[in-house]
């Protein structure tokens, strides 16, 4: 018995989601095998966060393919199953430890024998619990340190579940108590992607936006250096495990919602972002109406998600062009298809023939299966374009995208507001978000508590607006763009579009260019691989190992997540973009990864989609959550107490004062 790093082969040939995937299946689920019985089907026990990091990453297809027959909850009382192993994978925990201690001890285990896998790091007094208790010893087949404790939510994409994020490092002290554990805990999961990718990388973070010594630094501004120096920490101690690279291998850079308030709030026109942003979904899972054996309508749910070809193509278009593009789609599949030329036929009350039957029949199930993924895409795109119209949106949208840019400003605010009585309460806020991050000196004055008062919004939706203030950008990133005018953005150059209101990019699209570039400043991004660290963690110069790596010129070669569009004539050879996705394999540069403290979006996935292809490096990006425009509202109301909260906390110092006095 030994708690070891794995064995795998160097990762560098395989897509970020594919190789926690095969690290799960492969290294964990298929090395727990007897090679003296004739049945090696299993038991896969998992805790609450485990059994989400496996659900992101296999099918249960795929578990029942290697072996598995029964998947349980550590925490629920189980039956005992004597002639099957067991194969725990959960957090290494006190409470795990002492539940996989009550399973396997004594005299009669529930399990023959168990093989163990933690999630991350083993505490040594963890092992030693384990090693002093001498039943189980003799019934533990492998330990292992797998270092797998993140969700990826996308084949570029992964997230560290802490959905709180934003309130407890962000917000008021009344309503952030827990910043410190946060940190922590998501750092312990973000060293553990390297550790999983065998990726060390250069750790650049966003240094604290007060560097006059003469101003004092929150502890809001210190998020991202804070968080650096634990990834760093934990990244040291990965260094002895088997296979971890010595020499930096990638880019790693932390940032947090301040670089860019905007993005998670602004009306983003690609067909995923309108998706989550305008439908009522779960998650990726959507229900639609569909018509029923019996005649009439039932529901039925379906996943977004990137083994439906015709998301994977059309996600990150605009909506218009998803829309011409579905609808193309249809008119040559059904002008090309078999069974759909045969069923026309007979509908026509022409004569089909007993070959032209078979050829039908051979064709039907094909025919069923892509006339049931187009017609879910071209009623979803068709729903979204009725609540475009019926909400006004182009002409919000116009707007959000001027106050943005410095085009726009109060006048054209209060003009929407007088003009369009009918806007929603959501729309107004999320407007008035936009024009608090735009005019952030509006905070010092009346003008707008006047503007939120003429908006006519409730108290809790004014909260969200002042809220703002708690994540002002630094005054580094405003200097490149025209204050007189209250621009956050700059157009940039080739960047030219022929569908509307797609003028607007996530900040990260220009801190990912100048980083693969080596043109980061280094004052205000400063990394933790330099060994000259000043008072706020920036260092005065560039560290020549920053700037001497090459950027893209790895040999490596590694397969591309983003395919560039490929235009089909019907939705059968859609497939022909993720299997191309999946298999095609390029020469690709070292990778990089964008670390967001405060939720992530899908504007700023996209960009990590594109880049990819531009740069020739993968960019995967990785955040506390990824939150739609609606939860992240949420959130920034929460930075503060709400009038109740107040009110109660009002009431509880005069019980105190009264106690006292007393």
């Not at 496996?54 to 029942?64: F, G, I, P, V």
């Not at 750790?203 to 560097?211: I, N, P």
């Not at 990590?608 to 990006?621: A, Q």
Request: charged share 30%; net charge negative.
């Amino acid at each position: 018995m030994s708690i070891s790093g794995y064995d795998s082969p160097f990762q560098g040939e395989k897509k970020f989601k594919q190789i926690g995937h095969d690290r799960l299946l492969h290294e964990m689920i298929r090395s727990a095998k007897r090679p003296d019985s004739r049945s090696n089907w299993k038991v896969l026990i998992m805790d609450k966060v485990t059994v989400r990091v496996m659900s992101h990453s296999c099918k249960m297809a795929e578990l029942t393919e290697e072996g598995i027959s029964l998947v349980e909850d550590i925490n629920k009382r189980r039956q005992p199953l004597p002639n099957l192993d067991a194969v725990y994978y959960i957090q290494p925990t006190q409470e795990n430890i002492a539940k996989l201690l009550a399973d396997m001890a004594g005299n009669s285990p529930l399990y023959r024998d168990a093989y163990i896998f933690f999630s991350s790091s083993v505490p040594k007094e963890l092992v030693a619990e384990i090693k002093k208790e001498p039943s189980i010893k003799p019934r533990l087949r492998a330990m292992k340190e797998m270092n797998l404790e993140y969700f990826a939510i996308d084949s570029q994409c992964f997230i560290t579940d802490h959905g709180k994020a934003l309130v407890e490092l962000y917000g008021d002290e009344e309503v952030s108590r827990n910043g410190d554990e946060y940190l922590t805990a998501m750092a312990n999961r973000i060293a553990t992607v390297f550790a999983s990718m065998l990726e060390f990388p250069f750790v650049r973070y966003r240094a604290a936006k007060s560097l006059d010594p003469t101003t004092m630094t929150t502890l809001c501004d210190l998020v991202p250096t804070k968080l650096a120096a634990a990834v760093w920490n934990c990244l040291m101690k990965y260094k002895t495990v088997a296979n971890f690279p010595q020499v930096e291998t990638c880019d790693l850079l932390i940032l947090d919602r301040s670089i860019d308030q905007v993005a998670p709030i602004i009306h983003e026109w690609t067909y995923d972002a309108m998706c989550h942003d305008l439908l009522e979904m779960d998650g990726n899972k959507y229900s639609h109406e569909v018509p029923s054996k019996s005649g009439g309508f039932e529901t039925k749910e379906v996943l977004l998600e990137e083994h439906d070809s015709v998301w994977l193509e059309l996600r990150h278009a605009h909506i218009a062009d998803a829309s011409e593009r579905l609808h193309d789609k249809m008119t040559n599949f059904v002008s090309k298809n078999k069974a759909a030329q045969m069923h026309q036929g007979s509908r026509d009350g022409g004569q089909i023939t007993t070959r032209e039957m078979q050829k039908m029949v051979q064709a039907l199930p094909q025919y069923n299966e892509q006339m049931d993924r187009l017609s879910l895409h071209v009623g979803i795109a068709g729903k979204i374009n009725n609540i475009i119209r019926e909400m006004g949106l182009r002409d919000l949208g116009q707007l959000e995208q001027d106050l943005v840019f410095g085009d726009a400003g109060t006048r054209e605010v209060v003009n929407f507001l007088r003009e369009n009585t009918d806007v929603t309460d959501e729309s107004k806020v999320r407007l008035l978000m936009i024009y608090a991050a735009t005019h952030p000196e509006k905070f010092e004055s009346d003008e707008l508590t006047r503007l939120l008062e003429f908006a006519n919004i409730s108290p809790d939706d004014m909260n969200a607006v002042y809220n703002m203030r708690y994540l002002e950008a630094a005054p580094e990133s405003m200097k490149s763009f025209n204050n007189k005018k209250h621009g956050i953005r700059k157009d940039r150059p080739g960047d030219e579009n022929s569908w509307q209101l797609t003028r607007f990019y996530p900040m990260i699209e220009e801190l990912i260019e100048k980083l693969s570039r080596n043109e980061l400043p280094v004052n205000e991004y400063p990394c933790m691989n330099d060994p000259s660290p000043t008072f706020h963690g920036a260092s005065h110069y560039v560290s020549a190992r920053v700037l001497d790596t090459p950027s893209a010129h790895s040999m490596r070669s590694r397969r591309s997540s983003w395919a560039r569009p490929r235009y089909s004539d019907d939705g059968s050879s859609s497939e022909s973009v993720l299997r191309r996705t999946i298999s095609e394999y390029r020469k690709m540069g070292k990778r990089i990864f964008v670390f967001i403290v405060g939720g992530a979006t899908r504007s700023e996935m996209r960009v990590c989609h594109k880049l990819t292809t531009n740069l020739r490096r993968e960019i995967i990006l990785g955040s506390s959550s990824l939150d739609d425009p609606a939860q992240f509202v949420e959130k920034v109301k929460a930075l503060t107490p709400t009038v109740d909260e107040n009110e109660n906390n009002e009431n509880e110092t005069e019980v105190a004062e009264t106690e006292v006095a007393e």
